[in-house]
């Protein structure tokens, strides 16, 4: 059995793979201060004891080493880490390499192989970001934009009388109170950059290309999006599980 393990800015995800079939999920909050003996404590009820391989994906720096010393621990094995230089199938033309997010790599590799070439990844979590894989299978590169809760957040730090809101989606965009009004903004302004910035890296790309979404915003925000093609919530978990085939078929 193997784990796919997706460390993002706001939430952990655990995809448990017998074969190519995800069989379980398991999310828990991404804490930075983290020790191996608290992941043991939250995950040890929620996870098979018979993982035998696992293979992490890390935007969390501060999250790798115990994640790594828990694994170890509770399955007496290695687990592998997705680095910057590894063979995603792609032409990644982005600079250096290794500033740019295993996340993004890993879901651009996993829409290339899923939906194929070309293709566009949006992925809406704590940042807005969106890949661009040409025909060729040229990793273009993208945008990295703020997620709504990041918004809604810097709003509050930096407008005084403003309270601090839950964006929630409006039934109209013209709201008569204070909260309504914020959440109102967010959410439309989101959709309004979104779709905006689809519109023109498809320009760029000359015509537009297949679109999937993905991250914890996806299914709220893309029903209101008519660009988006595919919603995938397991693109990143998927792609985690087609990876580790690759690296461990290659050797």
């Known amino acids: 059995m193997l784990l796919a393990v997706d460390i993002g800015n706001t939430s952990t995800k655990f995809g448990v793979y017998d074969g190519d079939r995800l069989v379980s999920k398991v999310s828990i909050p991404t804490i ?3 020790t191996s003996e608290g992941l043991a404590a939250v995950l040890s009820s929620r996870l098979p004891s018979n993982i035998t391989d696992a293979i992490v ?3 969390v720096p501060e999250t790798d080493a115990a994640m790594h010393d828990h694994l170890r ?3 007496n094995m290695k687990p592998r880490y997705v680095t910057n230089d590894l063979d995603f199938g792609l032409k990644v033309n982005y600079e250096p390499l290794e500033a740019v997010g295993a996340d993004r790599l890993v879901n651009a590799f996993s829409a ?7 293709s566009v990844v949006c992925s809406f979590g704590t940042a807005l970001t969106i890949d661009a894989i040409d025909a060729n299978r040229s990793l273009l590169g993208g945008i990295i934009a703020p997620g709504m809760k990041a918004m809604a957040r810097a709003l509050y730090e930096l407008a005084s009388r403003l309270p601090e809101v839950e964006v929630e989606r409006t039934d109209a965009v013209i709201q008569n109170t204070t909260v309504g009004s914020i959440s109102s903004g967010i959410f439309n302004g989101y959709l309004g950059m979104a779709e905006g910035l689809i519109r023109r890296i498809g320009a760029e790309m000359g015509g537009m290309p297949k679109v999937i979404a993905t991250g914890g915003s996806a299914d709220t925000v893309a029903p209101s999006i008519d660009l988006i093609d595919v919603v995938d919530g397991d693109l990143l978990l998927d792609g985690l599980q087609m990876l580790y085939s690759k690296i461990t078929t290659a050797r």
């Open 57 to 59: 994906c890390s935007v």
């Open 73 to 75: 621990s509770a399955y």
């Open 32 to 34: 930075r201060e983290v």
């Open 112 to 118: 290339a192989e899923t939906y194929g070439v070309p």
